[in-house]
């Protein structure tokens, strides 16, 4: 009874914690200004979009807002050939206000997560005792494992990864733009492709450190 108590509450922890964690690293992604300012720098997004660096770092600052709900639309306008112009069309502001709206919704559903990883362990430690160190080591593996597929399925094929990933949380196709869209510009797909390499990178840093506190914690339990 106990191992079977054991197992339900570890994929309980597995589950719970890999969304709270996973959110956190794509907020980290997604409000480091410097980050997107590297990749328009390499990748010379102001020779092909005809905006400037103060503009597309306005435009970022602005998408962050969007993000964490300081405005409601996607209405941005900077100086393109001299003229104050609106970057993004319908479509693109559409889809963005939906992003948004996840993203608060994610938010919310983080911290929900944090406390149920948080109650999951105290109970894994209350009913497995000494075996819980083993059932935390077993947890975080299997995370790292998953992970791993993850990365696994985005390196070998992204454009796959990336509209199941898209198809998973939007129920309309207003994610796909045409080549000529202002939005795929700016954000173009090696921008998402070291996005996700980031994230990855990140979630996973966050199991290894995990791993090692379970792995000292196993230790001082089999010791005592």
């Not at 980290?28 to 010379?44: G, Q, R």
């Not at 819980?132 to 990365?151: D, Q, R």
């Not at 207003?174 to 390499?197: C, G, N, R, T, Y």
Request: aromatic fraction near 14%.
């Amino acid at each position: 009874m106990g191992k079977i108590r054991g197992i339900a509450l570890s994929c309980s922890l597995i589950a719970s914690s890999f969304l709270a964690i996973a959110f956190s690293c794509v907020e980290l992604v997604a409000y480091d200004s410097s980050f997107y300012t590297a990749h328009f720098e390499k990748s010379a997004t102001s020779s092909r979009t005809g905006i400037s660096a103060e503009g597309l770092a306005h435009i970022v600052h602005e998408t962050q807002n969007l993000l964490k709900g300081v405005r409601g639309n996607y209405n941005i306008y900077v100086d393109i050939d001299g003229e104050s112009t609106a970057v993004f069309g319908e479509q693109e502001n559409f889809h963005m206000v939906e992003v948004a709206g996840l993203f608060r919704r994610f938010a919310s559903l983080r911290s929900s997560c944090a406390v149920i990883s948080i109650s999951i362990v105290i109970a894994i430690i209350i009913f497995l005792k000494k075996k819980s160190a083993v059932f935390f080591i077993y947890s975080i593996a299997a995370a790292l494992c998953i992970i791993a597929a993850i990365g696994l399925f985005a390196a070998v094929n992204f454009n796959a990864f990336f509209t199941l990933f898209h198809e998973m949380l939007f129920s309309n196709d207003k994610w796909l733009f045409p080549a000529s869209s202002m939005l795929i510009q700016i954000l173009d797909l090696e921008f998402f492709v070291k996005a996700a390499i980031r994230i990855i990178g990140y979630i996973s840093a966050a199991y290894a450190l995990l791993l090692v506190a379970s792995l000292a914690f196993f230790k001082r339990s089999k010791a005592s």
